[in-house]
């Protein structure tokens, strides 16, 4: 196993370079887990009301989508958690890659949308602590 900084253990330590080189496979997954996200969010009501029914017979021509969405968004995190990165936000595509710092792990941050890996945070902060890359 990796890094553990405050309580938290970290399967892979990245560096600016090996974060770089997954965003193109990390943008795909993060885009289908947002497609997937958008029909469970449109066939909710319908879902419940068929679970609802369920004991009469009921049923909803939207299950086979809901399900198929479940399984995408399931399957797309999954690949994305066996890279090391960590996902913190999937509606705006927000990620952190562990990366050591001078003896301790900070993140490498990087959003949806971004080119590449721009910014940096301690582990105890968030998306509003970003710093540059340039001050590591």
């Not at 770089?20 to 469970?40: F, H, Y």
Request: charged share 25%; proline share 3%.
């Amino acid at each position: 196993m990796g890094s553990r900084e405050e309580g938290q253990t970290f399967d892979r330590l990245f560096t600016l370079a090996e974060a770089n080189s997954l965003l193109p496979q990390l943008e795909d997954c993060l885009e289908a887990v947002q497609r997937g996200k958008t029909i469970l969010t449109r066939t909710k009501k319908e879902i419940a009301r068929a679970s609802a029914n369920a004991s009469f017979g009921g049923g909803s021509s939207s299950g086979p989508h809901y399900i198929g969405a479940l399984e995408q968004v399931g399957r797309h995190l999954h690949t994305v958690q066996e890279m090391g990165v960590l996902v913190k936000d999937v509606d705006i595509g927000l990620c952190d890659f562990p990366f050591m710092k001078d003896g301790r792990v900070v993140y490498l941050c990087w959003k949806l949308g971004e080119p590449d890996v721009r910014w940096w945070h301690e582990i105890n902060s968030g998306y509003s602590s970003r710093q540059s890359i340039d001050c590591l």
